[in-house]
């Protein structure tokens, strides 16, 4: 039981525990509503990736996905986009938005890479310690934290755990996350809360779950399965 004489950094520790400790039920319970999806080798490239990373940034799956669509059918390779006019490659990304901010990105991350590799490439990346790899990325500019983890994960099925917006929401309201931590300080919270063997499939089942029931104006907290578990409801209940 904690009092006015507990120290700091036990009360820090004893609140870190109580959040792991809903990692197990809560892992279970999602596995039982969508499975345990399994990472496979994917048909595009590590720098692909990123680029679709970049392109995501303040837009929708979909606006992305259109995005990255007409920058592959407007460039034959990435050589091209990044020698290209900017205003070629603004006009290309046009559907993901902010499109004059996205194309200087694109081009200069892509100079980046040549400039330090010799190619329009990141392979090389899985052969650098984790934290090396990671560093190397959020040192681009426009990769910040979520980015770099994506990339890690689903390009290169390396344990890093992405921190999205669904993830952010869902994270919070069950109690993971600290109240006010930003998203970009919740990652390596994260990773220190789930195992590392679960990276993938947790994540993916956070955003399912973000989607499909826990979703931001109205949360289906009637049919959601973790409710033993999650502060938000808890805290609802007592009102």
């Given at each position: 039981?904690?009092?006015?004489?507990?120290?700091?950094?036990?009360?820090?520790?004893?609140d870190?525990?109580?959040?792991?400790?809903?990692y197990?039920?809560?892992?279970?319970?999602?596995?039982?509503?969508?499975?345990?999806?399994?990472?496979?080798?994917?048909?595009?490239?590590?720098?692909?990736?990123?680029?679709?990373?970049?392109?995501?940034?303040?837009?929708?799956?979909?606006?992305?996905?259109?995005?990255?669509?007409?920058?592959?059918?407007?460039?034959?390779?990435?050589?091209a986009v990044?020698?290209?006019?900017?205003e070629?490659?603004?006009?290309?990304?046009?559907?993901a938005?902010?499109?004059?901010?996205?194309?200087?990105?694109?081009?200069?991350?892509l100079?980046?890479?040549y400039?330090?590799?010799?190619?329009?490439?990141?392979?090389?990346?899985?052969?650098?310690?984790?934290?090396?790899?990671?560093?190397w990325?959020?040192?681009?500019?426009?990769v910040?934290?979520?980015?770099?983890?994506?990339?890690?994960?689903?390009?290169?099925?390396?344990?890093?755990?992405?921190?999205?917006?669904?993830?952010?929401?869902?994270?919070?309201?069950?109690?993971f996350?600290?109240p006010?931590?930003?998203?970009?300080?919740?990652?390596t919270?994260?990773e220190?809360?789930i195992?590392?063997?679960?990276?993938?499939?947790?994540h993916?089942?956070?955003?399912?779950?973000?989607?499909q029931?826990?979703?931001?104006?109205?949360?289906?907290?009637?049919r959601?399965?973790?409710?033993?578990?999650c502060?938000?409801?808890?805290?609802?209940?007592?009102?």
């Amino acid at each position: 039981m904690l009092n006015q004489h507990t120290p700091l950094s036990e009360t820090i520790d004893i609140d870190f525990q109580r959040r792991k400790a809903k990692y197990e039920p809560v892992s279970r319970a999602l596995e039982a509503m969508y499975g345990r999806p399994q990472w496979q080798p994917q048909d595009y490239t590590p720098l692909d990736e990123l680029i679709d990373c970049i392109l995501s940034q303040s837009t929708n799956d979909a606006n992305r996905d259109r995005a990255f669509d007409g920058l592959k059918a407007a460039f034959a390779s990435w050589d091209a986009v990044m020698e290209a006019p900017v205003e070629a490659v603004v006009e290309a990304i046009k559907p993901a938005g902010l499109a004059n901010q996205k194309a200087p990105r694109i081009q200069e991350v892509l100079r980046r890479i040549y400039a330090d590799r010799g190619e329009l490439s990141i392979d090389f990346l899985n052969d650098l310690e984790l934290e090396e790899a990671r560093k190397w990325l959020v040192d681009l500019d426009g990769v910040g934290p979520k980015t770099a983890a994506i990339v890690l994960c689903f390009a290169f099925n390396r344990p890093a755990f992405p921190v999205d917006t669904h993830i952010h929401r869902v994270g919070l309201r069950i109690g993971f996350i600290p109240p006010k931590m930003s998203a970009d300080k919740a990652h390596t919270y994260m990773e220190a809360i789930i195992p590392p063997e679960d990276y993938y499939p947790f994540h993916l089942q956070m955003i399912w779950h973000g989607r499909q029931v826990c979703q931001a104006r109205r949360p289906a907290c009637e049919r959601c399965p973790l409710t033993d578990q999650c502060d938000y409801y808890q805290q609802l209940a007592k009102a």
